[in-house]
Nanobody
């Protein structure tokens, strides 16, 4: 199973970016699709999560600016980031708790992480 994050880049304050995360592999189900971020010199922090039922939660520091969504059929989820601020500069990681089928057909539960995509907000 692999998670591939993309969509990062450099924007000015107030700008927007849309991050994408695509999960590939012999996946049975994905629960709790998440976005985390890690700024230089800081610990990784949870940004947003969306459940299999579509319920979304956000960290206080992004509420009203970021929107998480998912496309179950494509095992993909997204983070629309509007009103970006300098302090949003970080490497953004997607993560998920998922179940995939092993080579012998048995289900395996796993927590997977994407490789990260850099978001830079600067003038």
């Amino acid at each position: 199973v692999q998670l591939q994050a993309s969509g990062g880049g450099s924007v000015q304050p107030g700008g927007s970016l849309r991050l994408s995360c695509a999960a590939s592999g012999n996946i049975n189900s994905i629960n709790g699709m998440e976005w985390h971020r890690q700024a230089p010199g800081k610990q990784r922090e949870l940004v947003s999560v969306i459940t299999s039922g579509g319920n979304a939660k956000y960290a206080d520091f992004v509420k009203g600016r970021f929107t998480i969504s998912r496309t179950s059929a494509k095992n993909a989820w997204y983070l629309q980031m509007n009103g970006l601020k300098h302090e949003d500069t970080a490497v953004y990681y997607c993560a998920a708790d998922l179940i995939y089928y092993n080579y012998d057909g048995s289900p395996v539960a796993e927590r997977s992480w994407g490789q990260g995509t850099l978001v830079t907000v600067s003038n």
